[in-house]
């Protein structure tokens, strides 16, 4: 017998189900097609004006750096303008994501854009999430031809940009959205909710910044995106 | 990993006696209660969700079998491999198997209770595979040849100046004249040494805090990152999560979310959530090209439809050993195993047997703190009374415990018996006394008065007393 | 049930506890003396011995049965049945219907024996709706929180605001006052080191107040942060807040001496 029947058989067995019970079937598949909501946190739940300013409270509360720009043509210049305050060189990487691709970055003449996925060397890397969530201050971005997962975790800092119209009060918003783009039960290689910039609390539990993931995140949110 | 459970009452006198432990359990106390209230005050909605999480882990139990075989059947879909193991030996060995095919010498870990539980690093190491540990508490207990002490906070009893002198002592290439005095040095030379080895790596292993039916994803919940570089760089990713671990959809994910990082270490949320679903898609410029989950049994399907059945709703937060003050006072080691605290007094037993790990289901005061705390709502002491329930029926308790206990039984089920016993032992103890308000020793009471006094009893009992006030009463009447 | 027996002047059957039994008599005589100043008939059936826990704790489910059925039987016939101590209480309340799983008849009994069990601050504020008591007590006092009452039972507020209502009475919270003070019946003959070590936190906490009296609701908890308050030479004095409620502290406190 393979592990998977013997597993199987000793969780039916101690269920007290049989393979063939149509009824718990019928349960599961249903459930699995409609999934229930659950208890959704009143929190998040706010006109789009205060939701986006919730956003930015509970982000800036777990240590990210949040600032509002209002076009998509703002970015670059953002960009350019955190990687001066922070005395960082003028290098940025990033995927070839249509919405980033769409911003002016070579109007800023001394700013180097790398395309790809990141390597250890890079210090920044920039990001556009497909979503925001309210009620955590998080992001939420995946993977794709365009989207290397490695920009997220491999620089120091990390530079996110969300449309304020793509935050969600929750993170069912933000689910239902995926399974729009994907299809029900389809996903991307790898979707990252990120929730502050990297931390560890390992050593005597003292909460410290920049553990293997950036050091910093950055968060750019478009008004007008 | 040798278990040295059933050595629990030596194990926690060394911790007691241990100062460095005693301090660095100091942080234990200081650090999680308060942030989790903290998190939990500003959360109306809090056992609202505990409820939720609740009925959620209830109904996929029920399901299990029927859950595993749709998430099976996703991860295929996506162009990711399960491979199912009943015992830790058969995980292990599909471990290395799945290793050696991709040729790997070093493989990078994330995170994983399951894997200690299984004993993988040991066996990789034995078979020529070094794990590197990636978690910065995961990886200086690596360098101390030790396991973790609690579950989400591996490292927990030790103290900075200890993790100075680990990192000297093996990061030896390093200038000796360097500063590590602040934990901010420390955790950046943990940083800088372990980027490499991400890159080095041929195979990344992580654990999974959910699997998920509706998609075939694992997800990890991770607040360093290390877990995300472990699976994203190497060529191939490895899960092993044990069966209990899936869920439905993704909308049970958010709720049980919910629950998790306030319980565990007082955040809304962790730093990262990564749901992974199968290989890096054609055209994608990063990520694993194999991905493979490894579904661990290894005692899961015995506890189901037992009285043990609502431990296999935890979700390893630490909450319940977070809150519990026999763990305060002795830490993780000295339960002897993989699982301490109050959820290692429930689970250990029924992954080891209680024949070893009896101790560990007696060692609790039944103050109901973890239960209290326990975002899954798991009746912690009752399941360790259900442990001791089968010891004593199985006669795995002391004699003198068991005579004893029988020998009071006997008396305290007959009420004449017990005022009559009473009336007399009282008084004479009482007598033994004089004036004195409490003994110092006490023959048959050393496991008390070794540690303090024992205050005597007052004079005659209560229902002495009581009886007598009665007659007066009745005596006045006439 | 509640609403059927309330009446002004309830029949109650106090449950005194092996403890109280044997060691502090003076915690019953004060347990009778708020119960009737709150209006009720006490009475204090003979055949009562103990709620069962040593054995219930320590895996002995035949013997906890018999115990049980005992005092069911014992207890019914009761308007209540008050015990100065969460955490027989908590056994009579919480864990006796859970014995009888299987046989209908006992967990009917059990049930509607449950429901009639109190403990005794709580029930007087609870259910009897006493709001003060007309005792005077001079000096600071520290509470701990016994854990089967707090988390079994929900008791916390209502002690303390029955002890607000003395006159002279200072109340000092000590860090920490709903952690576990180490006793755990059994436990801390069982495991006396850690027992020890969790014991010696309580007592810490306790001296830090700089209170005169320590005062909780379960005698077990008591007398095990007296005898180690007291072999820590440290001058506080502990008692069951049943004695200072009722005001009756002419008496040594626990453990010490008689003058």
Sequence with gaps: MSGREAILNKVRAAIGASPDDTARARIVKKRLAKPPLGVIPARGQLPEKDRIALFCQMAAKVSASVERVKKPGDVPKAVAAYLRSRNLPASVRMGVDERLEAMSWKSLKSLEVKHGPADADDEVGVSHAVAGVAETGTVVLHSGAANPTTVNFLPEHHIVVVDAKDIA???????AGIRQTFGK????????????????????????????????????????? | MQITSPAFKENSRQALSDAQLQKALGNVRSGFIDKRQNSID????????????????????????????????????????????????????????????????????????????????????????????????????QLRGEHPSHIIAPAVHLTQEQVEADFRRVHDHLPVARDLSEPESLLAEARRVLRYRYFQADVGITGANFLVAETGSSIIVTNEGNGDLT??????????????????????????????????????????????????????????????????????????????????????????????????????????????????????????????????????????????????????????????EREFSRGLNPATQRYGLRAWAMVAKRPKLYRFATSIGIPLLSFFKGRKGSFHYLPLAGGWTRHRELPAPEGRTFMQQWRDRDVRKQEAVA | MQEDVKKKNPRVGLFVTCLVDLFRPTVGFASVKLLEDAGCEVEVPMAQTCCGQPAYNSGDRSDTIEIAKNTIETFEGYDYVVAPSGSCAGMLKKHYPGLFKGDAHWEARAAAFSARVH????????????????????????????????????????????????????????????????????????????????????????????????????????????????????????????????????GPAIGKDKR
Excluded at chain 2, 111 to 116: A, D, L, Q, V, Y
């Design chain 2, 231 to 388: 699976q994203i760089l190497p060529r191939v990713h490895v899960v092993v999560a044990s069966i209990e671990k899936i869920l439905p959809t993704l909308e049970d994910v958010g709720q049980i979310l919910r629950v998790l990082a306030r319980s565990a270490t007082g955040q809304d949320m962790s730093v990262y959530t990564t749901v992974s679903t199968g290989p890096r898609r054609p055209g994608d410029p990063d990520g694993p090209e194999e991905y493979h989950v490894v579904l661990v049994d290894n005692g899961r399907s015995s506890m189901l439809g037992t009285e043990f059945q609502d431990m296999l709703r935890c979700i390893r937060c630490g909450a319940c050993m977070n809150h519990c003050p026999v763990y305060h006072a002795v830490g993780g080691h000295a339960y002897g195993w993989v699982y301490p605290g109050p959820m290692g007094a429930v689970l250990t037993p029924s992954l080891v047997g209680v024949e070893k790990a009896g101790h560990l289901p007696n060692a609790s005061t039944f103050c109901g703190r973890c239960e209290s705390v326990c975002p899954m709502r798991i009746p912690l002491p009752k399941m360790m009374r259900h442990w001791r």
């Design chain 3, 119 to 250: 403990e005794l601050v709580s029930f007087l504020v609870d259910v009897m709706g006493v709001k003060d008591v007309a005792v005077a007590h001079a000096g600071s006092v520290t509470y701990h929180d016994s854990c089967s009452g707090l988390r079994e039972l929900g008791i916390r507020e209502q002690p303390r605001r029955l002890l607000s209502s003395i006159a002279g009475l200072k109340l000092q919270e000590m860090r920490d006052a709903d952690t576990c003070c180490g006793f755990g019946g059994t436990f801390c003959v069982k495991y006396p080191d850690i027992s020890n070590r969790i014991v010696e936190e309580k007592t810490a906490n306790i001296r830090a107040t700089g209170a005169e009296t320590l005062l909780a609701g379960d005698l077990g908890c008591l007398m095990n942060m007296a005898g180690k308050l007291q072999r820590q030479g440290a001058d506080v004095k502990v008692r069951h807040v049943a004695e200072v409620l009722a005001g009756m502290v002419d």
């Design chain 2, 42 to 141: 500003a959360l109306p909605e809090f056992d609202a969700l505990r409820d939720s999480a609740r009925a959620i882990k209830d109904h996929t139990l029920a399901h299990l079998d029927l859950y595993l075989e749709s998430y099976e059947e996703k991860v295929k879909k996506a162009g990711g491999y399960v491979h199912w193991a009943e015992t830790a030996a058969d995980a292990r060995n599909i471990i290395l198997e799945i290793c050696r095919s991709a040729g790997a010498r070093t493989v990078t870990k994330g995170k994983s209770m399951i894997t200690e539980e299984i004993g993988l690093n040991e066996f990789l190491e034995k078979e020529g595979v070094r794990p590197v540990e990636t978690d910065l508490g995961e990886y200086i207990i």
């Design chain 1, 185 to 225: 039960g389809m996903m991307p290689r790898t979707v990252n909710l990120v929730t502050g910039p990297s931390r560890s609390g390992d050593i005597q539990q003292k909460l410290l910044l920049g553990a293997h993931g950036p050091r910093a995140l950055h968060l750019i949110v478009v008004d007008g995106g």
């Design chain 1, 169 to 175: 009060g929750d993170l069912e918003t933000a689910f």
